[in-house]
């Protein structure tokens, strides 16, 4: 399978955006999807998941309560809903999708085999 990001830009804090991640093989709920971020210079991080099994979400505190998750099984799209945009939260955001990880793995980026391109989120203050 592969993985197509898409969404970043440039919006000032407070704002929204709105990441999709589509995949090129059916079903997408076969796969544990999340989402990863990086800044120049530092390590990948965490950001949010969706299990493969029961769709159940997690996501990194520092976005719990700003960013939600979806799965569109119609579109084979995991989506990144992005409000109350900080300047920290700018960074590159990856989709990484994985059949096999656990749920004590789901935060660690070297669980998923499968990733994106990268799109680019710009927060200015």
């Known amino acids: 399978v592969q993985l197509q990001a898409s969404g970043g830009g440039l919006v000032q804090a407070g704002g929204s955006l709105r990441l999709s991640c589509v995949a090129s093989?059916?079903?997408?709920?076969?796969?544990?999807v999340a989402w990863f971020r990086q800044e120049p210079g530092k390590e990948r991080e965490f950001v949010a998941a969706?299990?493969?099994?029961?769709?159940?979400?997690y996501f990194a505190e520092s976005v719990k309560g700003r960013f939600s998750v979806s799965r569109d099984t119609a579109t084979n799209t995991v989506s990144l809903q992005m409000n109350s945009l900080k300047p920290e939260d700018t960074a590159t955001y990856y989709c990484?999708?994985?059949?096999?990880?656990?749920?004590?793995?789901?935060?660690?980026?070297?669980?998923?085999?499968?990733w994106g391109q990268g799109t680019l989120v710009t927060v200015s203050s």
């Open positions: 990484a999708a994985s059949s096999t990880v656990i749920l004590s793995a789901l935060r660690q980026s070297e669980a998923y085999g499968i």
């Open positions: 093989e059916r079903p997408s709920s076969g796969y544990t």
């Open positions: 969706i299990r493969r099994s029961g769709g159940h979400t």
